[in-house]
């Protein structure tokens, strides 16, 4: 009975996420072109390796400001990251980087990217090499807006320092 509920489960998911699109649904698909803009908020992860524990932090606000090159492919400037408050400090880490996003269908997207890694306590900032991926779910959308939950890693890699940061988001696209 229970794995019966996993296949359904699954079946749901898979046509929600790659659905069969007919001629008529083809027409209605949202209109990506030019100029995009992303603002997102949520809840994260940060764990600093330096440190004995992972704390749960704000995930954004995260940014993006790009344009589309195809209908499914835009490149954009993206900020991704997290603030978590520890016993005696409050960090921010997180990345700034030029980043892809690709449309696997309407209601999906993928993207990545390298760019400058961060960390800030207090008066003391370091940078490095920073990694940014993300999945996006949509789940409006009205013409060119875009309302959808997100998963991002951003990974912040400096000496001594190594920093994870992942963060469960919601936020609005401007397609």
Known sequence: MASRAVVIALAVLTLGIFPVQTSAQ???????????MLLALGVGRQND????EAKTALAGLN?????FLTDDLALWFRASGTTADYDVFQQTSGVGAPVLQYWVNDKFNIEGGVG???WTIEDTNEAGL???AGLGFVI?????????IGVEYAGAFMEPETI???????GWQLL
């Open 63 to 67: 940014l993006g400001l790009g344009a």
């Open 130 to 132: 920073g990694v940014m």
């Open 164 to 170: 994870h940061n992942m963060g469960l988001t919601f």
């Open 116 to 118: 400058v890694g961060f």
């Open 49 to 52: 390796l330096a440190l004995p």
């Open 140 to 148: 409006f959308n009205s013409g060119r807006h875009n309302l959808q």
């Open 26 to 36: 083809a027409e209605a698909s949202p209109d990506r072109g030019g100029f995009t």
